[in-house]
């Protein structure tokens, strides 16, 4: 299985709302990412977890909380989101290693905030 | 933050013609690899290249790396309609926990006509 799958596949929410978006894979990846990505431009990272931890947040807002509460599952949980937020989130994953690796993306999600 | 500059931004071509995009870095990188990703959708990795190698082929692509120049290029082949997509070239940079930085470059949308 070399799929990522990412959940929901569209979101519409209000700025007092929270959601979750949820990303899973079985690949027996340990690093994960998360990525935003607006109309016509390419992927920002957002943060990296590898071996369950945390190791990179590029100084993303708070209103933005990623989680990973096993080696497959990533989550992250929007809170008092603003309408600039809306944008195409991306999931990733890939081996950890000594080596380089490509990563393998899944569909996204395709947020708006109202 | 972008790593650098892809060129051209957008390029159409006839079937059968070739494609050429490039990209080009500031920093130093362990590798680069160049993804592609349909309207909207995740990205698919396409090929990568380790900062010791030259050129890199994968069916009807081909890739060149010039670390002096900081700059890379991608060409398709033969191209196909299903070739319509934006390509993206992305600096990799290895960290000790295991996991790799991605940093895009603009992307170059390409569209190729029947």
């Known amino acids: 299985d070399t799929e990522v799958t990412q959940t929901p596949k569209h979101l519409v929410m209000g700025m007092t709302n929270k959601k979750s978006l949820k990303c899973e894979q079985h690949?027996?990846?340990?690093?994960m990412y998360w990525y935003k990505q607006k109309a016509k431009k390419p992927p920002e990272l957002m943060f990296v977890?590898?071996?369950?931890?945390?190791?990179i947040n590029e100084s993303v807002p708070s209103r933005f909380s990623p989680e990973c509460p096993n080696s497959s599952l990533l989550n992250l949980h929007l809170h008092a989101l603003q309408p600039e937020d809306s944008a195409l989130y991306l999931c990733?994953?890939?081996?950890?290693?000594?080596?380089?690796?490509?990563?393998?993306f899944g569909p996204g999600t395709r947020l708006t905030v109202t | 933050s972008q790593q650098g500059e892809e060129d051209p931004q957008a390029l159409s071509i006839q079937e059968g013609e070739n494609a050429t995009m490039n990209c080009s870095y500031k920093?130093?990188?362990?590798?680069l690899q160049w993804y592609r990703q349909n309207s909207g959708r995740g990205l698919v990795h396409l090929i990568l290249?380790?900062?010791?190698?030259r050129e890199k082929h994968s069916g009807r692509l081909r890739v060149t790396l010039d670390t002096s120049k900081k700059s890379s290029s991608l060409l398709i082949t033969a191209s196909r309609a299903a070739d319509t997509a934006s390509y993206f070239c992305?600096?990799?940079?290895?960290?000790?926990?295991?996991?790799?930085?991605?940093?895009f470059g603009a992307g170059t949308r390409l569209a190729v006509h029947p």
């Open positions: 992305a600096t990799d940079v290895l960290f000790s926990g295991g996991y790799n930085k991605l940093i």
């Open positions: 690949m027996g990846h340990r690093a």
């Open positions: 977890y590898s071996y369950e931890k945390l190791s």
């Open positions: 290249i380790r900062s010791n190698e």
């Open positions: 920093t130093s990188i362990n590798n």
């Open positions: 990733a994953s890939s081996p950890a290693g000594t080596e380089a690796y490509e990563q393998y």
